[in-house]
Structures are given as C-alpha cells and as structure tokens.
C-alpha cells in the first residue's frame, strides 16, 4: 500500500527550501509514494508541473493568517493523507502544525534556521511526531526544544548536479552586461539571497570600497528582494559604488546566472546551510562565506571555499581580492566544492533517507494503533 504524504510549503518564491520540495515531488518512489502539495496561491511552486503529485492551492495572508488552519484542514479531510510533511515557517508551522494536531495524522516538520527555537517557539514542536534539521548545527539547536519522544532526523539538503551542466552561454553573458550596465571584459562577483539584514549584503557593499581599490575591472551584482532594498541602494550611493554595485532583484534563473558569474559570495550572519552555496558548488563557481552555522559543513576553509569570521569587513574584500588575484587556486577551490556535493549533497541520498524516515513514521502510527487496540 502507497504512503500518501501531503507537503505544506508556503514560500511563495523557490528559494532554497522550496527547490528542496521539488526534488521530493519528483524524485519519490511513485510505487510507495503518493504526493499532495499544498501551497498559496500564485507561489512559485504552484506552477511548477509535476507527474506524480496532486496540487492544491488556498489563500494564505501571511504568518498571522489564523484562517490557514482551516484550509489545510479542508484539503486533509478532503485527500486523507497518511502523513503531513511541513516544509516551510512563514505560518506553515504553527498553522500545518496545528491542522495536522485536530486531523489526528502523524506530522513532520524540516527545519532550516539555525538559532534554537525561544520557549514560545518550541511549543509548536508538541504538533509534530519528528523534526528533520538540515545540518549539524540546526540539530544541535533544535535537539533542545524536542522531547524524547520526538523522532529527530538530520537530513542535508540536496542539489542536481546535472541542472548546472551546462556551459556559460556568450548570450547570456552579453545579456548580463546590457541589462545591468556591466562591462564586458569585467569579472562578476554575486550574490543571492533575500534582501534582508541577516544575509549581510551591506557587508559586500563596505568590502567592495577596498575591492574595487585593487581592482578596477570587477563588477557586483546583488540578486534579491526584501525590506533591505532602500537601505542598500542608500549605501552604494553613500559609497559611490553606483557603477560597480547593481541590486538586480529576485531571479528565478540563478541556473543560468551562475554559468557565467565569477564568485560567489554569501556573507549571511545566520545561516542554517545555505542552498546558494550547495547550487554555487554544483556550477563549479569558488564560493565565500561567514563561519557561522552550518556554512561549514559545505565550505571547508581553504579547500572548498574561503571561510571569514562574521562581520570581518576587511576579511571579507581581501577573499575576493585574492580569487581575484589568482584564478588558479579559485578554480582548485571550486572543483573541490563540486567533488563535495556530488558525494555529501546527492539527491538520491536525501530521497532515500527521507522515504525511510517516512516508512518510520508510518511503523510508529502503526504501533500505536496496535496498542490501543490491545489494551
């Protein structure tokens, strides 16, 4: 008999948590697995086509949309899943949590951030019968808030090396430079992340002064949305860096962007992993990040990437000046990230362990039922 599983996402953009979703949906076993996705309406993810999952959209009007508890609720009584995976926070937590808690279904919750859950926090952990954290770190913060009886699963990320195979396209890089005012013969250093304060955009901003000092043919170009974006536009004007700095906004062709930027650079303050850094490595790109949460367990200093101390503005410009410097040692650093998701970060290696983990839900259930039954 398939295990019908339904999945809560409600990122309304495929970052990185919601590309982990897609590899889910299309990569179960169709023959012990059935899908269900519930997502908001006009979401990214909605309008991705997958063959084997049933799609059901609702309203949802932000974190504080106590309704969403009783959409989700429609959809479960309406499909009768036999496992509820919640993917995302964004009120898919409390909400999917809650929902699942009156449906009397088992209940899985991933979580990606990496600080330990407030007391607050921690009771939405009552609704779920296991949490999956996605790197070592977020396991040791969330260990503190679960129960005994709580499965808990550390399960990283994935990334298809396979979608980033493909060559820099000279069009593209020609489009590049006429959509953002990019030079041509200029090396593009990049960064893709949300433009809010944690994921420390404004930290490249204050790098690129001593940057673009020591060199004058590099560009930056900051790919995102957020409620950062007026303050950043504040500071490359305050730093003069209006002709090297673009903010570009969100993008939903980071596959193609990546073939044809230079760096990768990802100065995020808090950090639970880091997708960009697993898509960075998969399209051979040298990366540079901040030691801090999980960050580590993708970027090895000096062998997979540079890792600088958080907030080491000055750190920070003389990384990107060094790859810069010496192209060699940033081509060395990116074969070896590759080497290190194609072993550590495989899809079929997450699939498995969350189709086991799924099979340990239902086992559980199962149990439990047989011992109602036999008391």
């Given at each position: 008999m398939k295990i019908k599983v339904l999945h809560v996402e409600f990122n309304l953009r495929l970052?990185?948590?919601?590309?982990?979703?897609?590899?889910?949906?299309?990569?179960?076993?169709?023959e012990l697995f059935e899908n269900i996705l519930v997502c908001p309406e006009?979401?990214?993810?909605?309008?991705?086509?997958?063959?084997?999952?049933?799609?059901?959209?609702?309203?949802?009007?932000?974190?504080?949309?106590?309704?969403?508890?009783?959409?989700?609720?429609?959809?479960?009584?309406?499909?009768?899943?036999?496992?509820?995976?919640?993917?995302?926070?964004?009120?898919?937590?409390?909400?999917?949590?809650?929902?699942?808690s009156q449906s009397h279904i088992p209940a899985i919750l991933t979580r990606r951030l990496e600080e330990a859950e407030n007391l607050l926090g921690q009771l939405k952990y009552r609704y779920f019968d296991a949490v999956v954290s996605i790197s070592n770190e977020v396991f040791r913060n969330t260990a503190k808030g679960l129960n005994e009886e709580?499965?808990?699963?550390?399960?990283?990320?994935?990334?298809?090396?396979q979608e980033f195979a493909?060559?820099?396209?000279?069009?593209?890089?020609?489009w590049l430079a006429r959509a953002y005012k990019v030079p041509a013969a200029h090396k593009i250093i990049a960064s893709f992340a949300q433009l809010i304060g944690h994921k420390g955009q404004a930290d490249i901003i204050l790098a690129f002064e001593k940057v673009v000092t020591a060199h004058d043919n590099v560009s930056c170009l900051l790919f995102g949305e957020g409620n950062q974006y007026d303050s950043y536009e504040s500071l490359i004007k305050k730093c003069n860096l209006q002709d090297r700095i673009k903010l570009c906004g969100f993008t939903s062709d980071v596959t193609d962007l990546l073939a044809i930027v230079d760096i990768v650079v990802h100065p995020a303050h808090i950090e639970g992993l880091g997708s960009i850094l697993l898509q960075a490595a998969a399209c051979k790109k040298p990366v540079i990040a901040y030691n801090v949460g999980g960050v580590s367990e993708i970027v090895e200093h000096d062998k997979t990437g540079l890792l600088i101390n958080m907030a080491d503005i000055d750190g920070l410009a003389d990384a990107i000046i060094l790859l810069l410097d010496d192209e060699n040692k940033a081509r060395k650093l990116a074969q070896n990230a590759y080497g290190c998701v194609v072993e550590k970060f495989a899809v079929k290696r997450m699939i498995s362990e969350f189709e086991a983990l799924y099979r340990d839900v239902m086992d559980r259930k199962c149990q439990g039922i047989h011992s109602e039954h036999t008391k």
């Open positions: 970052y990185g948590g919601g590309k982990q979703v897609c590899y889910l949906l299309r990569n179960l076993n169709p006009g979401s990214d993810i909605s309008r991705v086509k997958f063959m084997h999952c049933d799609t059901h959209t609702i309203e949802f009007n932000g974190n504080l949309d106590v309704f969403a508890s009783k959409r989700i609720l429609e959809v479960i009584e309406k499909t009768q899943p036999d496992i509820i995976h919640i993917h995302s926070r964004h009120g898919a937590d409390w909400w999917g949590g809650f929902a699942a709580t499965l808990h699963r550390l399960i990283y990320p994935a990334v298809d090396v493909h060559p820099a396209e000279e069009d593209m890089r020609s």
